[in-house]
């Protein structure tokens, strides 16, 4: 007794399309009808040239075929699809007299045979071990084909990085060219932060990172997610409202804070012209909070005027006009 069983097989046919091509009506009837169980869709033809006209017309994933028919045989057909698709699967049905003709089908790379009369569990054995080789193909395909778009994604971005890290490299030269200005010994006195709140910073950076890298990968923002970025840089600035020498800078990302809080949409409507503007500001603040952390007060006041403006223009991207957008990205 044959072990293929119907579930077995359905299990791979259910998404299949096939074209049955026979000329015997009744059993054209009634093997449509089992077909009909297992597969997704049945087309059926009378003959190889209606058959053709089909094929020409719909893509298959099998087509069935009786050998000797009116008009054009199954051998003719064969050879027709076979010169417009090479990878078509074809089953042929055969009776014991066509013998003379299954060295031509194997010279056209057929291998699939069904034996007249038909027996169901060997119909049943051809269709799942022919209908699984397809359904694995599909799937290394389609495996194949997101693996491609993901590698086109990390092109994309690694495109995008290579931007932001010229937009960054651009900004320390201007920084490092400006004109050093002397600082008041009683900002420099006030600067130190404590151990414990430079650890809070640091963590705080960690989220803000995650959050705005969130935000460019995602292709559906939510209110939440701006509002989630929006508490944080609202916690990093109370902790440096607690030191005067930063009090111009902490009330820049407190504004901004409240700027992601309160008008998240905007953000999200806007976050193409942002996101590369807020990966960079994200990127010296953390250089920033490290020369802090060495006491390299005179180099961390430095990027004071570059955040600011980066925080400027980024609510003025925010709140503004398209005309406003590309003034305020003309800065780079």
């Given at each position: ?62 087509v069935i075929t009786d050998i000797k028919m009116p008009i054009m045989n199954g051998m003719e057909l064969s050879a027709k699809i076979r010169e417009k698709n090479q990878q078509q699967c074809i089953i042929v049905i055969s009776a014991h007299n066509d013998t003379e003709y299954l060295m031509r089908f194997i010279n056209l790379n057929i291998r699939q045979f069904i034996q007249k009369p038909i027996d169901v569990d060997n119909m049943l054995e051809t269709l799942y071990h ?203």
């Amino acid at each position: 007794m044959n072990s293929i069983t119907t579930d077995m097989t359905l299990a791979f046919t259910k998404d299949l399309n096939v074209l049955y091509a026979e000329d015997d009506l009744e059993l054209q009837t009634q093997t449509k009808e089992f077909f009909e169980v297992l597969f997704k869709s049945v087309v059926v033809a009378k003959d190889g040239a209606e058959a053709l006209t089909i094929y020409e017309k719909k893509e298959f994933d099998i087509v069935i075929t009786d050998i000797k028919m009116p008009i054009m045989n199954g051998m003719e057909l064969s050879a027709k699809i076979r010169e417009k698709n090479q990878q078509q699967c074809i089953i042929v049905i055969s009776a014991h007299n066509d013998t003379e003709y299954l060295m031509r089908f194997i010279n056209l790379n057929i291998r699939q045979f069904i034996q007249k009369p038909i027996d169901v569990d060997n119909m049943l054995e051809t269709l799942y071990h022919t209908s699984k080789s397809i359904v694995n193909e599909k799937m290394v395909e389609e495996y194949r084909k997101t693996l491609e778009s993901s590698n086109q994604e990390l092109t994309k971005k690694n495109i995008e990085l290579q931007s932001i890290i010229r937009i960054l490299d651009s900004k320390l030269l201007q920084i490092a060219q400006e004109t050093k200005h002397k600082h008041k010994k009683s900002d420099l006195q006030t600067a130190n932060i404590d151990e414990k709140n430079l650890l809070e910073l640091k963590e705080l950076e960690i989220d803000i990172r995650g959050a705005a890298v969130l935000i460019s990968l995602s292709k559906n923002l939510t209110v939440t997610n701006i509002q989630v970025l929006g508490k944080l840089f609202l916690t990093y600035a109370e902790i440096i409202l607690q030191y005067d020498a930063y009090n111009t800078l902490a009330v820049k990302i407190q504004e901004l804070g409240n700027e992601l809080n309160n008008a998240p949409q905007n953000f999200i409507d806007r976050v193409n012209d942002i996101a590369t503007l807020l990966e960079s500001f994200i990127y010296v603040l953390k250089i920033w909070r490290e020369k802090v952390a060495g006491e390299e007060f005179v180099k961390a006041f430095d990027f004071h005027a570059s955040m600011t403006t980066d925080i400027t223009t980024i609510i003025s991207i925010i709140n503004g006009t398209e005309d406003d957008i590309k003034n305020d990205m003309e800065f780079f």
